[in-house]
């Protein structure tokens, strides 16, 4: 079964950059497509980006446009959401899934889906 691994979040100020990093182990990423997502504390969780298995990217959340961008390195079965200009309503847990198929803001229609990693943004 695919397993999926959040990684990269944490604490940054106002203004700062991550990456988050989300790397399958078991199966390849290749044939399926990878969204992320957020959870904000006391939210419900939202769609932020996705991207295709043939590297199509969309972004759902009109606040991030212009900010994030979401690659993939099938040869590392990484999928990767770089986060530059960050907000504090930023602030979330992001989780990634994958799913079969085209791109998807429901978070449920992915079958498979990460543990989250905590970004926050904070002075």
């Known amino acids: 079964q695919l397993q999926l691994v959040e990684s990269g979040g944490g604490l940054v100020q106002p203004g700062g950059s991550l990456r988050l990093s989300c790397t399958a182990s078991?199966?390849?990423?290749?044939?399926?497509?990878i969204g992320w997502f957020r959870q904000a504390p006391g939210k419900e969780r939202e769609g932020v980006s996705c991207?295709?298995?043939?590297?199509?990217?969309?972004n759902f959340a009109d606040s991030i446009k212009g900010r994030f961008t979401i690659s993939r390195d099938n040869a590392k079965s990484t999928v990767y959401l770089q986060m530059n200009g960050l907000k504090p309503e930023d602030t979330a847990v992001y989780y990634c899934?994958?799913?079969?198929?085209?791109?998807?803001?429901?978070?449920?229609?992915?079958?498979?889906r990460g543990q989250g990693t905590q970004v926050t943004v904070s002075s």
């Open positions: 078991k199966f390849t990423l290749d044939y399926v497509t």
């Open positions: 899934a994958a799913r079969r198929g085209l791109c998807s803001e429901f978070y449920t229609s992915y079958e498979y």
């Open positions: 991207i295709s298995s043939s590297g199509g990217g969309t």
